[in-house]
């Protein structure tokens, strides 16, 4: 149910983004969220028509960019996704010493006024 609250904090940003242009409307807004959140996109969706009832972003386009885990390896510079089946380590060397270089986003990118 967390979703609900995250979604609630986009649409404040999207609101205060719009502050400068108080007779616009909202029509869409793109919002980048990565797997690392833990948030799941159809969740941000379901909520998103009940989080803005009564905001200036009722009825506009919800538009997510949901951005998968990226991870280096440092030991051979691959890039991959981590998953359970290599134990979390790399698939061409097995090293488990990697850096994060996406996922983690939780950013409003863009609103459309019209
Ligand atoms: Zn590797």
Redesign the pocket.
Known sequence: MHEMSYMINFINMAEDAAKKEPEAKISAIEIAVGEMTGLLPEYLEKYFPEASAGTRCAGARLKIDYIPVRVR?N??Q?IYHPDRDHSYR?P??A?NNATLIEGRELELKNISLE
């Open positions: 390896c030991d051979c691959n790399c061409s060397c090293s």
